[in-house]
């Protein structure tokens, strides 16, 4: 008899997009004439820029020549994509090693399976709200897990608590849902918590190319000491469309250790490379050719004007709860707006609403976690003429 991982009867029933996606097609099948405008889930609109499709296109027509083939590649990804991550970095100021980067199909596969490496009588802590592939892959494997509270009266970033200990701590900034960023002070708190608490962070970066604030860090590793204890997640999803094309970035230092139950100190990276050597085998080469033009300076040209597009709907968005006297969160360095739900409803409550009256969907924060009752999320991810539809909808609703 089989027996299943009962840690898995702990999850909640669906998956927070899974129950929005469900909603809307409900509603959209008893209304075939209404059309619905999503700013909800954080999937991009723009296509891949012309520089990324030249570079994927030239990188299959190799595979198709006996003299340039490649079969299986390397697990950690390409040297020359290595060296162009690299370069990025030292763009804004952050040195890391070409041997320190692992490329895969995604910031998400990462931050959900580098709990892999780490033993299950670790305590993890996520800031709430939070996004929940933090808590249900550590929920699968039965961690314990405590919350430390990002609300509206800290701006949503929370701060550790001296009086708590945590071994593994999740931080996303730009954050993911609710758009706030934490500072070089907020930030160096944080690691200064990990070091002495012999924690490790796993520090989302998802969301870094939309940082405009020069004191606003874009990598841990901008702060100091964070080389000795955290461990970095970035994507192209985000940062150039690639959704669909799936390509991410998980970047771990050297010096960087964990423990054996002896107390015995451990390389973490190569713990991670033993486990992707066996449970993954790389990323396609026509990808990360794709990936390594966006690095390029034309590259960078052309993706930072999709991120302009996306930003330029932020800022709509932002101006129009504005002039509602709707309380809000992001919209300035970064893609997503949480907002406070008007006239006390609660997220679901304002989820339908929207839905039913101006078929606008957002997603409801109370699915991020317990401080998000009663706050929503909207994303800057639409069509431009969309989300300026979608706000004069809104307006109209309340008036």
Sequence with gaps: MAKMNENFLNLKESYLFAEVAKRVKEFSAQNPDKKIIRLGIGDVTLPLVPVVVDAMKKGADELGVKETFKGYPEYEGYAFLHKAIADYYKSFGVEIGTDEIFVSDGAKSDVGNIVDVFGIDNTVLVTDPVYPVYVDTNIMSGRKIIYADSNEENGFAAMPDKNIKADMIYLCSPNNPTGSVYTKQQLKEWVDYALENKAVILFDAAYEAYVSDSEIPRSIFAIEGARKCAVEFCSLSKTAGFTGTRCGYTIIPNELEVYDSNGNPVSLKKLWYRRQSSKFNGVSYPVQCAAAAVFTPQGQEQIKQN???YMKNAKLIAETLTELGIKFTGGINSPY??????????SWEFFDYLLKNIQVVGTPGEGF????????RLTAFGDYENTVTAMKRLKELMK
């Excluded at 707006?337 to 609660?346: E, Q, V, Y």
């Excluded at 976690?369 to 929503?376: S, T, V």
């Design 307 to 309: 991120i302009a597009y």
């Design 337 to 346: 707006i949480w907002l406070k739900c008007p006239n006390g409803m609660g």
């Design 369 to 376: 976690g317990k401080n998000g009752k009663g706050w929503f």
